[in-house]
T-cell receptor
Framework: AQSVSQHNHHVILSEAASLELGCNYS??????LFWYVQYPGQHLQLLLK??????LVKGIKGFEAEFIKSKFSFNLRKPSVQWSDTAEYFC????????????FGTGTSLTVIP | DTGVSQDPRHKITKRGQNVTFRCDPI?????LYWYRQTLGQGPEFLTY????????KSRLLSDRFSAERPKGSFSTLEIQRTEQGDSAMYLC?????????????FGQGTRLTVV
């Protein structure tokens, strides 16, 4: 079945630790890829996106993600997390030729300990 | 605030009652999406509109659910004869779809609790 998989459901890190959250998708064709973040009590916000070009994309707040087409992956990274990064992170895929909806992973809850 | 606006933010209703939610998208956006999110899950697609036309509906959208976007601006999502399983966060998103590259902007959501 077509899906978006986020392997880490809950991650706990200390401040200044490095972060990598995995995302794999199983949709064929050309895709647009996104990471959304949901801070406690707030709405989903776009962290970064990939449409085409350089597979390493940079987003807000020091986050970046790398699209590896051969692995159907779009992992999120940050070299040094802060307490304020505590949030829920969602990977999403939009299949370009259909373009009709965004498919989301189940999310990863990140807790950063000061 | 020029973001996506949803009303109400919270709704508690008794089983069997009807509820209606409203979404005001970002003004120039031609696409509007409804999603549902339950605890521990990512948003699940319900339906979307291109201007006033409802172009796709998920199998999750049972006959008790109906959505409208009468003038291609705001949208309403109605749930008839609510059930406890309808308890969830209902999210609205909008996008400006001009080519195949588009991103969705989400509202705060309406949290529905059916008791």
């Amino acid at each position: 079945a077509q899906s978006v998989s986020q392997h880490n459901h809950h991650v706990i890190l200390s401040e200044a630790a490095s972060l990598e959250l995995g995302c794999n998708y199983s949709y064929g064709g050309t895709v647009n890829l996104f990471w959304y973040v949901q801070y406690p009590g707030q709405h989903l916000q776009l962290l970064l996106k990939y449409f085409s070009g350089d597979p390493l994309v940079k987003g807000i707040k020091g986050f970046e993600a790398e699209f590896i087409k051969s692995k159907f992956s779009f992992n999120l990274r940050k070299p040094s997390v802060q307490w304020s990064d505590t949030a829920e992170y969602f990977c999403a895929v939009n299949v370009r030729n259909t373009g009709n909806q965004f498919y989301f992973g189940t999310g990863t809850s990140l807790t950063v300990i000061p | 605030d020029t973001g996506v606006s949803q009303d109400p933010r919270h709704k508690i209703t008794k089983r069997g009652q009807n509820v209606t939610f409203r979404c005001d998208p970002i003004s120039e956006h031609n696409r509007l999406y409804w999603y549902r999110q339950t605890l521990g899950q990512g948003p699940e697609f319900l339906t979307y509109f291109q201007n006033e036309a409802q172009l796709e509906k998920s199998r999750l959208l049972s006959d008790r659910f109906s959505a409208e976007r009468p003038k291609g601006s705001f949208s309403t999502l109605e749930i008839q004869r609510t059930e406890q399983g309808d308890s969830a966060m209902y999210l609205c998103a909008s996008s400006f779809h001009i080519d195949r590259n588009t991103e969705a902007f989400f509202g705060q959501g309406t949290r529905l609790t059916v008791v």
